[in-house]
């Protein structure tokens, strides 16, 4: 079974930065990547799962939900086999667990239930 690992996260205070990693366990990470795409996601308390941004492996095109856009990047790393989300200008409503997924579906793809090989999260928490 192939599982995708999260780290990175913390506790900031509002106007930080972040960056998170994402890896697959015990694989190389493009092989992993059927479909080409890998796409962060994340979860506030009481709150559904939300698409954050994806990133296609094979050209690098990303797609981004509006909240984020300006503030965060994602972009993978070849020779890392990571794909990691740099956060800046960090804000309270940012706090949630992180999750990385894959889908096949494309890089306009943003429902969680077309992605798979969910990591356990990590943790961001942006307080002052």
């Known amino acids: 079974q192939v599982q995708l690992v999260e780290s990175g996260g913390g506790l900031v205070q509002p106007g930080d930065s972040l960056r998170l990693s994402c890896a697959a366990a015990g694989r190389i990470l493009s092989s992993v990547v059927l479909g080409d795409v890998l796409g962060w996601f994340r979860q506030a308390p009481g709150k559904e799962r939300e698409f954050v941004a994806a990133?296609?492996?094979?050209?690098?095109?990303?797609n981004y939900v509006d909240s984020v856009k300006g503030r965060f990047t994602i972009s993978r790393d070849n020779a890392k086999n990571t794909v990691y989300l740099q956060m800046n200008s960090l804000k309270p409503e940012d706090t949630a667990v992180y999750y990385c997924?894959?889908?096949?579906?494309?890089?306009?793809?943003?429902?969680?239930?077309?992605?798979?090989?969910w990591g356990q999260g990590t943790q961001v928490t942006v307080s002052s």
């Open positions: 997924a894959a889908t096949k579906y494309g890089l306009s793809e943003y429902r969680p239930t077309f992605y798979y090989y």
């Open positions: 990133i296609r492996w094979s050209d690098g095109n990303t």
